[in-house]
């Protein structure tokens, strides 16, 4: 089986990385071989650009028979403790479309996108966990994509009562919308790492929500090198 494990950043997925120097063998700088499992590690980058080029590009001339996207996330739902972990089944594209007035339209609201063009399900990018060999015990959450972090109470407003959110990232849709496209079996692991509220950085906790996220990326891919 080949694997694609994938996250914006180095810093998301380093516990993870030190588990594969350790347990696997290195067949190239970013691929590994864990029991009959091929693990290619993708480093993509920050918000949906840079994400849809790199994941693109890559699948381009690579495969993979499942492709896990592993991040931190804010959350919407103040009652989820930081460092909890979700699988994202809904994305939403939350910011792309037109302001008018103090409304904001997406882009089936105003009509340069219908609904359910593929691969889109309605307004939405949905994963049907469809075709995954192994699927972890976690609760699914909706999850909104922004370019811009949300941090007032105008835009959190307005993303809850458009797209009832449960967290929020800036790569989650880029990484649907290439999984759809290309008919591959997907997972998206988020962790939370701050509420989506007014920005206040000493109350986010990344290092626990690394730490929460890469011993489930560690189960999960152990799992599924079980099953290869
Ligand atoms: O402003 C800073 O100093 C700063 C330092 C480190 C990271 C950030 C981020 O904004 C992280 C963005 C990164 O993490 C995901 N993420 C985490 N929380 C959220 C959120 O509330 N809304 C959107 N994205 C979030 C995101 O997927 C990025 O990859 C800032």
């Known amino acids: 089986m080949k694997l694609l494990v ?9 516990p993870f990385l030190q588990f594969l120097d350790r347990e696997s063998q290195k067949v190239s700088a970013h691929q590994y071989r864990l029991a009959n499992c091929d693990i290619q590690l993708l480093i993509a980058g920050i918000g949906m650009m840079h994400y849809a080029y790199s994941l693109g590009r890559h699948l381009a001339t690579n495969r993979p028979d499942m492709a896990l996207q592993a991040g931190i996330a804010g959350s919407f739902r103040h009652d989820w403790p930081l460092g909890s972990l979700v699988m994202v089944e809904r994305e939403y594209l939350a910011d792309l479309g037109a302001e008018d007035h ?4 997406d882009l089936f609201d105003i ?11 309605g307004n939405a990018l949905v994963n049907t966990f469809a075709g995954l060999p ?3 015990h976690l609760p699914k ?6 370019n ?6 105008p835009t959190i407003t307005r993303l809850e009562s458009k797209y009832m959110p449960d967290v929020e990232s800036m790569e989650g849709a880029a990484f649907h919308y290439a999984c759809l496209s290309e008919n591959i079996p997907f997972l998206q692991l988020r962790s939370i790492s701050n ?3 007014i920005r206040d950085k000493s109350k986010w906790n990344i290092p626990l929500a690394v730490k929460q996220l890469n011993e489930e990326l560690v189960s999960t891919v152990n799992s ?3 099953l290869c």
Do not use: H, N, R
């Open 141 to 146: 959450a909706t999850g909104v994509s922004v």
């Open 224 to 226: 599924l090198a079980g």
């Open 195 to 197: 509420y989506v509220e």
């Open 102 to 105: 103090d409304q904001f339209k």
């Open 111 to 121: 009509q340069l996108w219908q609904a359910s063009q593929p691969p889109f399900t």
């Open 6 to 14: 994938t996250a914006a950043t180095i810093l998301e997925v380093q």
């Open 134 to 136: 192994y699927l972890p």
């Open 148 to 153: 811009m972090v949300s941090g007032s109470i």
